[in-house]
């Protein structure tokens, strides 16, 4: 079975930073693209970034691009998600995903395992 853990949410005031993680067990992680997706209150799901299986490969939002960096160490099965110059938009629970293929991808559709996702909270 499939588990996917989110940590290192919290609430930060705006232009700081936390660093996401995301620990992956129940399957072999490092043959799957990893994802992080977010929802706002009254909004849906929204794609943040993606890495591929190797993590050579990386995906964003453009709301994030240059503020948030997605990593991956297979050796220990975990994803990250650096998020810097937080803005109060960012505010959101942070769900990861684990992909159905090894390619990374914005769509929703691409990911059949998800986490029960971390708080983010931007605020002064």
């Known amino acids: 079975q499939v588990q996917l853990v989110e940590s290192g949410g919290g609430l930060v005031q705006p232009g700081g930073s936390l660093r996401l993680s995301c620990a992956a067990s129940?399957?072999?992680?490092?043959?799957?693209?990893m994802g992080w997706f977010r929802q706002a209150p009254g909004k849906e799901r929204e794609f943040v970034a993606s890495?591929?299986?190797?993590?050579?490969?990386?995906y964003y939002a453009d709301s994030v691009k240059g503020r948030f960096t997605i990593s991956r160490d297979n050796a220990k099965n975990t994803v990250y998600l650096q998020m810097n110059n937080l803005k109060p938009e960012d505010t959101a629970v942070y769900y990861c995903?684990?992909?159905?293929?090894?390619?990374?991808?914005?769509?929703?559709?691409?990911?059949?395992?998800w986490g029960q996702g971390t708080q983010v909270t931007v605020s002064s």
């Open positions: 890495i591929s299986w190797s993590g050579g490969n990386t």
């Open positions: 995903a684990s992909a159905v293929r090894p390619l990374v991808s914005p769509s929703r559709a691409a990911y059949n395992y």
């Open positions: 129940g399957r072999t992680f490092s043959d799957y693209a």
